[in-house]
Nanobody, 121 residues
Framework: QVQLVESGGGLVQAGGSLRLSCAAS????????MGWYRQAPEKQRELVAT???????NYADSVKGRFTISRDNAKNMVYLQMNSLKPEDTAVYFC???????????????WGQGTQVTVSS
């Protein structure tokens, strides 16, 4: 029903910048939260940043001050601007959507396929 497609990953040198984009399509409700998670080899998937439909944001401590999450509600897109990248930021980054249908009182989570971000030193 909902599809998330990430783009913008790639290889960048430490200190550089990268901008990830996530396009959501399907039945997306007005009340929702979108975000970015990442998973590095031998590590658990971790939250990077989230943003609500009201544009309230939350960031992992490790990326505060360096990453900025934003969204375009009209286009159902979410972005992650990553600055001052570090090698430890290397991971597969996943876009996520928490879709809340208040009329049916259900919340459904969706995930994208992920995009690789590699930061070289």
């Amino acid at each position: 029903q909902v599809q998330l497609v990430e783009s913008g990953g790639g290889l960048v040198q430490a200190g550089g910048s990268l901008r990830l984009s996530c396009a959501a399509s399907g039945s997306i409700f007005s009340i929702n939260t979108m975000g970015w998670y990442r998973q590095a080899p031998e590590k658990q998937r971790e939250l990077v940043a989230t943003i609500t439909s009201g544009r309230s944001t939350n960031y992992a401590d490790s990326v505060k001050g360096r990453f900025t999450i934003s969204r375009d509600n009209a286009k159902n897109m979410v972005y992650l601007q990553m600055n001052s990248l570090k090698p430890e930021d290397t991971a597969v980054y996943f876009c996520a959507l928490k879709n809340t249908d208040w009329s049916r009182r259900i919340t459904t989570d969706y995930w994208g396929q992920g995009t690789q971000v590699t930061v070289s030193s």
